[in-house]
């Protein structure tokens, strides 16, 4: 399982998650404890926005612990809005394109978890895309895939529910296919105005997501495992909730995945009927 941090509020340099809180994101990438496996040295990588609408990027396939470009720009890069991410890998190989974060455009996204039986459902989730967001993927993740159909689904205008529809309508072809679905998941995404983060899963064991404020009023971070021991800061973000970090604060909502809406299931109905 993968390990990431958020921050939306007034800019700081991203070394105050990446590098140098106690339990930092470069630790959690060799000394998780929140998560299956203690280790995330499959790449990692960072976006953050600017003066620019679209987000700066920078990935590699090196341990986060090991990687000396990573620490410097973390000491000089100072945002009102960034999204780090250290990766173990379940689907997609060790290259920099499987790295998170993902970005299209000024949208940018990143994901810790697994859908089950991805290699049994990756066509007809690649079969919804139109010729846009198919081609504009360039990893083999299903986190990847997931970030594009929700885009497909109109992420940039109602992204909790488009996110919600992806994941209702991987559900779908899971069980349609398998007979089985269980998806396991944290993300976060956003468009370089406001910062989104859901935590969901179709059993009992939701990855960590915990929020902490951080600075001024109306500064957050978000991230899969408290950056230090300060118990009382940290507020763990149940399960089947989606996160709104914007000018106005934190706002939680439920995530529930819209799997059984006609809309949806008469619009994709064509994907499942070719698998």
């Not at 921050?7 to 060799?30: D, K, M, N, W």
Request: charged residues 25%; hydrophobic residues 40%; glycine residues 6%.
């Amino acid at each position: 399982m993968c390990r990431w941090a958020a921050y939306r509020g007034v800019p700081i340099f991203l070394e105050e998650l990446v590098t140098s809180p106690a339990h930092s994101l470069i630790e959690q990438s060799h000394c998780a404890t929140r998560a299956k496996t203690a280790t995330n040295g499959d790449g990692f990588g960072l976006a953050w926005y600017g003066d620019r609408p679209e987000p700066g990027r920078f990935r590699d396939v090196l341990p986060a612990w090991s990687d000396c470009n990573l620490k410097s720009l973390a000491s000089q890069i100072r945002s009102p809005l960034f999204l780090a991410h250290v990766r173990a890998a379940t689907h997609g190989a060790t290259r920099r394109d499987n790295c998170h974060p993902f970005v299209q455009g000024t949208w940018s996204f990143m994901h810790n978890g697994q859908i089950d039986n991805f290699d049994r459902i990756r066509r007809p989730m690649e079969g919804m895309l139109d010729d846009e967001h198919f081609h504009a993927r360039v990893g083999t993740t299903d986190s990847e895939l997931l970030f594009l159909l929700a885009l497909q689904f109109g992420l940039r205008d109602r992204p909790i529910a488009a996110m919600s529809e992806a994941v209702g309508f991987v559900e779908q072809i899971s069980l349609h296919l398998t007979g089985t679905a269980r998806i396991r998941m944290t993300a976060a995404f956003s468009d370089g105005k406001t910062l989104y983060a859901v935590r969901y899963s179709t059993d009992e064991h939701a990855p960590t997501l915990f929020a902490a404020p951080m600075g001024p009023k109306g500064s957050f971070c978000l991230v899969s495992e408290p950056l230090n021991d300060e118990t009382d800061t940290w507020v763990e973000i149940p399960a089947g909730s989606a996160v709104i970090l914007s000018e106005n604060g934190l706002d939680a909502v439920e995530f529930k995945p819209e799997a059984e809406r006609t809309r949806v299931d008469q619009a994709r109905r064509p994907a499942l009927a070719t698998a």
